[in-house]
């Protein structure tokens, strides 16, 4: 299930949209929800409580009191991975987009054509990125979403599960740490998911919450600094970079 928030305070248009997503759902046999939002206040308060989140926000650009570039940086700041697709008869906006990591930019009016290619190359990078991190714990098996883990790190024996930030304050971390091989974790993941980048003996990293890259540290998004080994920069350059192409094919 792919959850989609649609935020424009343009009612015929949301509208028009949802028919979009729906029928092209339809025809592709790709299951989807959508919640409609008609100001950047409200979408925010919904992707912040719930508990599933969403994979994908169409956002209009100008609204009233929180535009949606606001809205975004909200979400951002947040550490909310969702992908955001920007609507707006305004080019002149697209330099502001940057910060906030847009997956694309659509001109109103809205041209169908556009739109489904738009749609399906999202839904290709959900597919990509989605998918559970399984582990056991105390004798239980755990399910983790590959979208809501930041990074794995290693100390010793024990392996370290960080999420982002308002699953972080939810779950009780000692139940996010077991005992493993991050060479193992490493080669498990990228079997399933190869959105995470090894950085470090001790850490693997999610793509989706780097914020910056240096030639010898990467910044997450919620600020921590992680050093880079140096026998493994070369790779991470490349790797980061080909992420970063297939950020915007």
Do not use: W
């Not at 989605?130 to 290693?154: L, M, N, Q, V, W």
């Amino acid at each position: 299930m792919i959850h989609i928030a649609i935020c424009d305070d343009d009612r015929p248009l949301t509208g028009m949209v949802e028919q979009l997503l729906l029928k092209i759902a339809s025809e592709q046999g790709i299951d989807i929800s959508c919640e409609v939002f008609f100001d950047g206040a409200s979408l925010l308060k919904a992707a912040t409580e719930q508990q599933t989140g969403f994979d994908l926000i169409y956002l209009d650009i100008e609204m009233g009191d929180m535009n949606g570039i606001h809205t975004a940086m909200a979400l951002r700041e947040k550490e909310l991975p969702a992908l955001i697709v920007y609507m707006s008869g305004h080019e002149e906006y697209l330099k502001e987009l940057f910060c906030t990591e847009p997956f694309r930019f659509l001109s109103k009016p809205i041209d169908e054509t556009t739109f489904c290619s738009v749609f399906l190359a999202a839904c290709e990078r959900i597919r990509k990125r989605a998918g559970y991190f399984t582990f056991f714990y105390k004798k239980a098996c755990h399910r983790i979403p590959f979208d809501r883990i930041t990074c794995f790190e290693s100390n010793g024996r024990i392996i370290s599960i960080h999420l982002s930030g308002k699953d972080e304050i939810r779950t009780d971390s000692l139940q996010n740490q077991f005992y493993g091989k991050l060479n193992d974790i490493e080669k498990q993941i990228m079997a399933l998911n190869e959105r995470f980048l090894r950085v470090h003996q001790s850490f693997l990293v999610n793509f989706d919450y780097i914020k910056m890259l240096t030639s010898t540290e990467i910044e997450m998004l919620d600020g921590r600094k992680i050093q880079i080994s140096e026998d493994r920069r070369k790779n991470v350059k490349a790797r980061f970079s080909a992420l970063l192409d297939e950020k915007g094919e």
